[in-house]
DNA sequence: TCTGATCAATCGTAAAATTCGATTAATCTA
DNA sequence: TAGATTAATCGAATTTTACGATTGATCAGA
């Protein structure tokens, strides 16, 4: 049988890697420096090779560090995973849960379906963070985030998926613009027009591309709004039109404006929304039922004015 | 910071549910069985559930322990490759390295390349295992093999490969065949021939009929031998021809034998043999110097008789 | 129904480890 | 050069870990 490290030595070693700083790393372990600095000579004495470079006032981890800090926070993580599942297991709905949104979708699911939720689990303690579909992602993998709501499709492997929502595109348009008097507005109707859409990063933007068809290469930057309600604005000045999601509609994105909306046509006139969560997370029932109740709150209302 | 068990006690737990019995789990991990056995109330109290079920005689995991334990297991692994990489980092080719190869190669390939690779790796402590691909891929996932020799492709992912010979297809009859004369037989002519080949698990049976495009369905169980020696001698006695992998002809297991041998013409009348490592493996440096040994001395060799 | 055997839990004690605070040695800054 | 910062080292206190012996429960066979 192998002489294994203890995960104890391990956090230390990722502390100290991801800080290079014994004393910062020694407070973010709860421990002193002398502790700190003891577990990581162990942990170098029993791997054999030094794992950190100590020179003129600065600590660098050696290549061989790097790694090993790597394989260790996958260690770390995996054993956390471990301990949820034993916890998730006796109480799904229960604990910390580190909850992220895309920008796109938070300003209208949160006010929307916390309420129930609290109501629903009120013993989950849920953290929230939005951000945009790769960093929600990167950090899902990191292990800070436990479940993600976002767009889908999109490009990772080691997630699973369940779709809570199909949130249908509305075509919105100045007064007076020549789609206002149609009931419905194709993928065609929206080739020749100022199309205003988020700027690069937002899923949404390709997205609803996508729903119409289209290309976003040529799309120049002047026609690029830093959120819904800008591009909202713009096109109630006559900048062009935009497509919005439903659920932005149905929290009232329009309200007080002079402004027409019509729903897109098409194959598939909407973006779907998914929760995410690692494969190898330990609480896939929390995140089932997260996912169903979250289902339930953004089941399609009346069609909004 | 959440509180994480110790590796010390996931061993424990991975050991109990693997035997359901303390004193044996306690004996495999060199511990008293008192040690054991508090180590296991240990982890039970720390992820606050039961984890085995102790009823009259018998220790039987309960379904939480039973998914702990996996995850237990998975930790284990990665610790050890942990503990390799660093090894390896510092000595690719040195300590044990568990090695298996399916049974249509090992016997042909071991006594060839064991001599180079012993006088060209001295360090290196090969222990050598032999089994069909479905074990050999379960054992290296388990982590009980370091890497594994078998035909490519072959169905699994989480595992690298590189490619280390062509093997190509012999087809061998008995003296007077209408194919005897022939400079190479092609797949068209395999298929009105009595065709013998190994028993189902064996790879080489569906690599032979992929080579030839024939399907294996509607073949008899009483053309199927267990041993590439068994089907030469089945050959020899007249009940059909069969296909023999060239590195068995190099090693002469026609010898002495009255049966001829042609090469199989056509689109790729060959295996792929490779060398798998699982993705997670410390020891990538190794596995790729190995596989380059072991091209270097299965390259092809003056066609044999 | 007893008896001996088997098995996991428990207990008390010895050994080993972990931790901390204080100190040291080295380096950088003012 | 004096002071500040940083990681390593040391010694002592504490905690953890391990062991052997024992207990209590269950089972098999007489």
Redesign the interface.
């Known amino acids: 049988?192998?002489?294994?490290?203890?995960?104890?030595q391990?956090r230390y070693l990722v502390a100290v890697v991801e800080r290079c700083h014994f004393g910062q790393a020694a407070e973010a372990?709860?421990v002193s420096q002398s502790t700190l600095s003891a577990g990581i000579q162990e942990l170098e004495e029993?791997?054999?090779?030094p794992l950190l470079e100590r020179t003129k006032r600065s600590v660098v981890p050696t290549p061989?560090g790097r790694?090993?800090a790597a394989?260790?926070k996958?260690?770390?993580t995996?054993?956390?995973?471990?301990?949820d599942?034993?916890?998730a297991?006796?109480e799904p709905m229960a604990g910390p849960l580190h909850l992220g949104v895309i920008p796109t979708v938070g300003p209208f699911l949160v006010p929307r379906a916390m309420p129930a939720l609290r109501a629903a689990f009120p013993a989950l303690k849920l953290y929230l963070r939005e951000d945009q579909t790769v960093r929600l992602l990167a950090q899902l993998n990191a292990g800070e985030l436990d479940t993600v709501v976002l767009a889908l499709p999109f490009p990772t492997e080691d997630v699973e998926t369940l779709e809570i929502a199909r949130d249908r595109f509305w075509v919105v348009c100045p007064p007076g613009h020549r789609l206002c008097s149609a009931q419905a507005a194709s993928a065609a109707d929206m080739a020749p027009e100022d199309l205003l859409l988020l700027e690069d990063g937002h899923c949404l933007r390709d997205h609803a591309l996508a729903a119409c068809a289209l290309e976003g290469g040529r799309r120049s930057a002047a026609f690029q709004g830093t959120s819904l309600h800008t591009l909202v604005q713009m096109v109630a000045n006559g900048l062009g039109v935009t497509l919005l999601p439903e659920m932005a509609l149905e929290a009232g994105i329009l309200r007080g404006l002079e402004v027409s909306a019509l729903p897109l046509s098409g194959e598939a006139p909407w973006r779907r929304i998914g929760l995410a969560w690692r494969r190898s997370s330990?609480r896939k029932e929390t995140f089932r039922r997260l996912a169903a109740a979250l289902q339930a709150e953004m089941e399609p209302r009346p069609p909004p004015g």
Chains 1, 2 share one sequence.
């Open positions: 049988m192998k002489v294994l490290p203890t995960l104890r391990l372990c709860l029993l791997l054999g090779a061989l790694e090993i394989r260790a996958a260690l770390l995996g054993a956390e995973e471990l301990v599942a034993a916890q297991a006796k330990g």
